[in-house]
């Protein structure tokens, strides 16, 4: 059983008051003349100009869930940027080291399939207390049980708290920055204008009481590594 199946009578917690949503994203991606600074706060103008997505839904079943969660994506010659906007009310992450694994607490996650053929995917994650994990795939969680985990994405990151994590005092949330270098995609090129890939973006949420999971597209089972469920990002001029 992968860590996420058993998880997953965990993710159908959150609202349904909204019909579910189930239908693959997609979102341009802003083209940028100024790469953002990277420290969290997106307040740059490149974000002004990014499209936000949909809030994220309950990764099982497509309802609106908690934590409350938008993102924006952005790219120029250089990176693919991606900022999280995560209405999180605990926020716990305490681990540190090389690779921490950090989806067993509050993290952000980006996976990139930048040909859509559900192979040679990678997968980042960024803490709200700025730790990375990365790995890539050669296939659907092939190789276990972790995927290739000595590849650096070699990603620039930062969260900005609102409040204090790792505390037993209620937060308000997080924004999430990160800028990913198009050389860490190995074996393909950058896109160009008009070009599309894959992306699926995931917000895991340690909670007082258990954990809980959103996302931009759905997977719609107890799986985050469903390569044909990733949304559709298009690289806009």
């Known amino acids: 059983m992968t860590r996420w199946l058993a998880l997953a009578g965990l993710f159908a917690l959150g609202c349904t008051c909204e019909e579910p949503r189930t239908d693959l994203p997609r979102i341009t991606a802003a083209r940028v003349s100024e790469a953002p600074t990277i420290d969290g706060r997106l307040d740059d103008d490149a974000w002004r100009d990014a499209d936000e997505t949909e809030r994220f839904v309950n990764t099982m079943t497509g309802a609106p869930a908690d934590p409350e969660t938008t993102a924006r994506i952005a790219w120029d010659d250089a990176n693919l ?9 605990w926020i716990h992450c305490d681990l540190t080291g090389h690779d921490p694994h950090l ?30 994990f990365d790995t890539r795939y050669r296939s659907r969680r092939v190789p276990q049980p972790f995927g290739i985990v000595s590849w650096d994405s070699a990603l620039r990151g930062a969260c ?8 037993d005092q209620d937060d308000a949330g997080y924004t999430a920055e990160l800028a990913i270098p198009w050389a860490a995609f190995e074996g393909h090129e950058p896109p160009s204008a008009g070009d599309e890939w894959r992306v ?8 007082r ?20 469920r990733f949304g559709r990002v ?3 001029d």
């Open 103 to 132: 989806w067993e607490q509050d993290t952000v996650e980006v996976m990139v399939d930048p040909d859509g053929d559900g192979q040679n995917y990678f997968e980042m994650q960024l803490s709200p207390t700025d730790q990375v």
């Open 209 to 228: 009481d258990g954990y809980g999971g959103v996302g931009w597209s759905p997977p719609l089972v107890g799986d985050f590594h469903v390569p044909d």
């Open 200 to 207: 699926a973006l995931y917000v895991l949420d340690k909670r």
């Open 160 to 167: 900005q708290v609102d409040g204090t994590a790792n505390d």
């Open 234 to 236: 298009v690289f806009g």
């Open 81 to 89: 940027y991606v900022a999280f906007e995560v209405a999180d009310a």
